[in-house]
């Protein structure tokens, strides 16, 4: 079972920032939190990950609340070519890595 | 292109037929993943391998489901006597060791059973 609660859609102005929230308030503390996304008919793309402090790559930031129990995505300046779904993921087994996908957030950037 | 790349893209096969999917992981990682994605949901794990070792099968992979990783390279997924419920996206991911080591997906084979 999935052990993330995303609102199942959202929209997002071409140029806005996207914040994409993510609840997990039963992860333990040593699971990370896993953002991926998927662009249709593509694989899912790997985004970034946090385990307690904020992260930031060249794709986004991810902050994490200090109770570790939500996080968001930001994308800091949304594109057309970001409309896809989001997953967030909390790590279930870290010794295999495998991931447990829930159903994901579509996010809709619009022009 | 040095990402995880699947063959064939898309499959169309007839009901009882056998089918096989292969994968090639990116050539450092020695974990590789099948998932498996039907239409409007996420994405599912079935099998892991470590190395050439299949270390997990989840409940999904009925034994008419069988994945090999012979040289601890690539890795094909077979399935036999496919039923029109196996039609799916076949999604291949490959990570390094390392518990908490990101993985990368290819673009998945999409399996249509008529």
């Known amino acids: 079972d999935a052990k993330t609660t995303q609102p199942p859609s959202m929209d997002c102005a071409e140029g806005r920032a996207a914040n994409l929230p993510c609840n997990h308030s039963t992860i333990s503390g040593n699971e990370y939190v896993y953002w991926y996304r998927q662009i249709h008919s593509q694989g899912p793309q790997y985004i970034i990950h946090?385990?307690?402090n904020n992260e930031t790559n060249e794709m986004a930031s991810l902050i994490i609340t200090e109770d570790r129990k939500s996080s968001t995505l930001i994308l800091p300046h949304a594109t057309l070519r970001d409309t896809a779904v989001y997953y967030c993921i909390v790590r279930v087994d870290g010794n295999t890595g495998k991931l447990i996908f829930g159903q994901g957030t579509t996010l809709q950037v619009k022009p | 292109d040095t990402g995880v790349s699947q063959d064939p893209r898309h499959k169309i096969t007839k009901r009882g037929q056998n089918v096989t999917f292969r994968c090639d992981p990116i050539s450092e990682h020695n974990r590789l993943y099948w998932y498996r994605q039907t239409l409007g949901q996420g994405p599912e794990f079935l099998t892991y391998?470590?190395?050439?070792?299949?270390?997990?099968k989840s409940r999904l992979l009925s034994d008419r489901f069988s994945a090999e990783r012979p040289k601890g390279s690539f890795s094909t997924l077979e399935i036999q006597r496919t039923e029109q419920g196996d039609s799916a996206m076949y999604l291949c991911a490959s990570g390094r060791q390392g518990s908490y080591a990101e993985a990368f997906f290819g673009q998945g084979t999409r399996l249509t059973v008529v």
């Open positions: 946090g385990l307690k």
């Open positions: 391998f470590q190395n050439e070792a299949q270390l997990e």
